[in-house]
């Protein structure tokens, strides 16, 4: 299994730009998640998912938008980039066990100038 | 609402033992949970507490819970320079369990 894979590693964008990061899970996870990670803020939920065809906003929507077409697919989009989005972006996933474990992928790093 | 602190920076000593600690709002999680994140990856579970035991241990970390103060601590033993790392403290907000919330995340550095 490979886990929880996101791409791209980095990105640039500039002001207005428009991007996809894109987020899979090959665990047959029914929960996503994205969040955003700020030097000494800890991580901030954007927007998850609790089943293909359901997605809620978290703590931080606003400049975000998201779908979940499918179990393994929950590709978040930026629509208007701007420099307050300049974060590490962290998706993650969690199936049905006991402990409620939430399983992360390695980050997208997006500067936005 | 509900709310995760936890101080942002510890320096410890190689050989000497790191305790982390964190101070939660929701007295109603079934869990609670300590994520580790190594530089330049995602995080990753590091161990988790029931919310009816007052202490568990698995190898050099003991977790330790006061439901009381809710009060939850992570201690390292031996602490080695693989630990370095930043900690996060977590808890279901209100008995939910569709999401979590984590703390700032504790830093810590070792020092040789």
């Known amino acids: 299994n490979a886990g929880v894979t996101q791409t791209p590693k980095f990105r640039i964008l500039k002001i207005g730009q428009s991007m996809t990061l894109q987020c899979t899970q090959d665990?047959?996870?029914?929960?996503m998640y994205w969040y955003r990670q700020d030097p000494g803020m800890g991580l901030k939920l954007i927007y998850y998912?609790?089943?293909?065809?359901?997605?809620d906003k978290g703590e931080v929507p606003n400049g975000y938008n998201v779908s979940r077409s499918t179990t393994e697919d929950f590709p978040l989009r930026l629509e208007l980039a701007a420099p307050s989005q300049t974060s590490v972006y962290f998706c993650?996933?969690?199936?049905?066990?006991?402990?409620?474990?939430?399983?992360f992928g390695p980050g997208t790093r997006l500067t936005v100038l | 609402g509900e709310d995760v602190e936890q101080s942002l920076f510890l320096s410890v000593r190689e050989g000497d033992s790191s305790v982390i600690n964190c101070t939660y709002t929701?007295?109603?999680?079934?869990?609670l949970y300590w994520y580790k994140q190594e530089p330049g990856a995602g995080l990753q579970l590091l161990t988790y507490?029931?919310?009816?035991?007052d202490m568990k241990q698995d190898q050099r970390l003991t977790v330790l819970l006061n439901k009381k103060d809710k009060h939850l601590s992570l201690r390292i033993a031996d602490t080695q320079t693989g630990d370095s790392a930043i900690y996060f403290c977590?808890?279901?907000?209100?008995?939910?369990?569709?999401?979590?919330?984590f703390g700032k995340g504790t830093r810590l550095h070792i020092l040789p």
């Open positions: 665990m047959n996870h029914n929960y």
């Open positions: 977590a808890e279901p907000p209100g008995n939910r369990d569709d999401k979590i919330i």
């Open positions: 993650a996933s969690r199936g049905a066990g006991s402990r409620n474990e939430q399983f």
């Open positions: 998912s609790v089943g293909a065809g359901i997605t």
């Open positions: 929701d007295s109603s999680s079934t869990y």
């Open positions: 507490i029931f919310s009816n035991m």
